[in-house]
């Protein structure tokens, strides 16, 4: 298939190299020349303007947005409806909020358009290890794209199959969904990140609680004093607490033992907080998932062992650095 992708920055442009290796072909652009020139090289056609782009794209298009939620989104979209033809179709791949979805994709589809938002999990290493992606959109614009979705998606891999879900749909199984109408795929992307927050801060904690074991307030005969790296590479290897953010905190534990290089400033990208007031209009509890994001909040004030974990994870899957602000 023929996809025009708006947004090369890091996780844009290894969505780019990923189709173009399954066959697909890109039409790029980013206001900043470099990384669509350097797409070019390896197969990307750049062009250096949003209407260059449709212009080189085949009706019906398609046209992949990667920017940051809110006004940078919202702008390109809005630019782009004068340029397009009816049946032509915007994906949204960024973090937007769902009911921005919702109005986006109304008012789109008033003027013949398609919308789908797609919410999308891999961070910079979705390039080789594929992106999960959650999906909001008409069934049928959904199913027209398939080709574009089963190729960024990591696919079956070596995951065994999950007993009793003989006859339900096979995508799933390929790490894509098509989770329900526009707002859909966002809104269950802002969930899953709501989890990240908790998972991430229940690791943080256990860390912390291992690595001041020794602490001056124990008594000396209870005190231990632990290798963190070894119990996160051991727990990694058969643990009912195993997984990829596990992994993640190994690697960094084994590298840098205290996490000098860290100050646990953590950042939040809006998702955790879009998560709790879906919680709150729903009547929904969400005690860790609230506990988690408030001390993020707090970690901009004072940090603990337990935010460097947590920034540790939060540049090994996503490569976010922490603010200079948050240096000291």
Request: glycine share 14%.
């Amino acid at each position: 298939m023929q996809l025009g992708v708006i947004g090369l920055g890091r996780m844009g442009a290894n969505i780019v190299r990923r189709l173009m290796r399954a066959g697909h072909t890109c039409v790029v652009f980013d206001r900043d020349p470099a990384p669509g020139l350097a797409l070019a090289t390896e197969g990307a056609r750049a062009v250096d303007s949003l209407s260059a782009l449709v212009a080189g794209l085949a009706a019906p298009r398609a046209v992949w947005i990667m920017l940051p939620a809110g006004s940078a989104t919202e702008a390109t979209i809005e630019a782009l409806r004068p340029l397009l033809s009816p049946g032509d179709v915007v994906i949204d791949g960024g973090n937007s909020f769902w009911r921005d979805d919702i109005r986006r994709g109304a008012a789109l589809r008033s003027g013949g358009l398609h919308y789908v938002d797609a919410g999308v999990s891999g961070g910079v290493w979705g390039l080789e290890r594929g992106y999960c992606l959650m999906i909001g959109g008409e069934r049928e614009i959904v199913a027209r794209l398939d080709p574009i979705f089963r190729a960024l998606a990591p696919g079956r891999g070596t995951i065994p199959a999950t007993p009793g879900r003989e006859g339900r749909a096979a995508n799933v199984e390929e790490g894509y969904l098509h989770a329900g109408p526009c707002g859909a795929g966002h809104f269950v992307k802002m969930v899953h990140n709501g989890v990240e927050y908790g998972l991430m801060q229940a690791y943080a904690e256990g860390f912390d609680i291992l690595r001041n074991a020794d602490a001056s307030s124990v008594a000396p005969e209870h005190r231990f004093t632990l290798d963190v790296a070894d119990i996160a590479e051991a727990w990694r290897r058969g643990s009912v607490v195993s997984s990829w953010l596990l992994d993640l905190t190994a690697s960094a534990l084994a590298r840098e033992g205290a996490l000098e290089s860290f100050s646990g400033f953590i950042e939040d990208s809006g998702e955790g907080r879009w998560t709790l007031m879906a919680a709150i209009e729903e009547g929904t509890p969400a005690e860790v998932l609230s506990a988690a994001l408030y001390t993020r909040f707090r970690s901009r004030q004072g940090h603990t062992f337990a935010e460097k974990i947590i920034s540790a994870m939060r540049k090994g899957f996503g490569g976010h650095v922490e603010p200079k602000a948050g240096k000291g």
